[in-house]
């Protein structure tokens, strides 16, 4: 009776973290309009890195005005967000040129929903749609972002 | 007689067009503040490219928001502003990462300032300066994209 007790309790609870999850309060929003945000600064996966295969080709990142200012001060303000812009890329002669889209990562500052995640909202959607990826979860996100962290979870800097 | 006639009107025609140049009217003024502005597309000159040692790294493009208005539509506005970001690169395991800035090239719609150049006004600035570069000239900038024009002088479009 103790054990079913048990189960009935993390079931209970699942459910309620389930429903909390679906809810709009823990829900990361698609940034719409990032791509008139500021831009942060971009990188590049080349055809020599280990990762190409999965991750090669363009990495841009934008920020919303809030966000922007975060990226100045590093104290990013209530509201701000992070848009991580990732693309595929083709060789042409040397140079390299962006190609479709793989994915977008969401980041949002909201101490008081995403208190569980350090007051950050992490979301990965899928090409360019509004879905959300099976991988990495907000908590998969968050637990890599919270180990890396130097002076806070964002880990790029403005490049002027 | 008249060939030192001929070298007067040169000489008047030379200064008088040097005093237009230097004149506030056809000087196409620094894009302050263009970090902020739209991020139109990227693209990358990499190690194997042939004009790497020049040109190596980083271009990113941006337009202020009726330059923006114009990429969607393709009819430029009145005071559109698009600014061409030149950045030198570094590599670390096949990752290419952003360096100091090589130059930012401008280009100003307005038709009656520029209408020698075809409605635009064109400038390089050397790296984080607000310094003119001495090549190309304006009317440099000019001919090749004149010569490279498919449907309007800016050469680029828009990446969603």
Redesign the interface.
């Known amino acids: 009776m103790k054990l079913a007790f048990a189960l009935l309790i993390l079931a209970v609870s699942g459910s309620a973290l389930a429903t909390q999850r679906s809810g709009t309060d823990a829900v990361v929003a698609y940034p719409e309009g990032y791509?008139?945000w500021?831009?942060v600064?971009?990188?590049?996966?080349?055809?020599?890195?280990?990762s190409?295969a999965i991750s090669g080709g363009?990495q841009?990142i934008?920020a919303n005005a809030e966000g922007?200012a975060g990226y100045r001060s590093r104290v990013f303000p209530e509201g701000s967000i992070v848009a991580f812009d990732w693309l595929e890329m083709r060789?042409e002669?040397?140079?390299?040129?962006?190609g479709p889209r793989r994915q977008v990562d969401v980041m949002v500052k909201d101490s008081k929903r995403f208190a569980s995640t350090g007051g950050w909202g992490f979301q990965r959607f899928v090409k360019?749609t509004r879905e959300h990826a099976a991988a990495p979860t907000p908590e998969q996100c968050f637990a890599c972002h919270n180990n890396l962290k130097k002076d806070g979870l964002i880990l790029s800097n403005y490049?002027?």
Chains 1, 2 share one sequence.
Not at 93 to 98: L, V
Request: proline content about 7%.
């Open positions: 791509r008139n500021t831009h600064k971009s990188g590049v996966i080349g055809p020599a890195h280990k190409f363009f841009h934008y922007t060789e002669a040397g140079a390299f040129i962006e360019d490049r002027p």
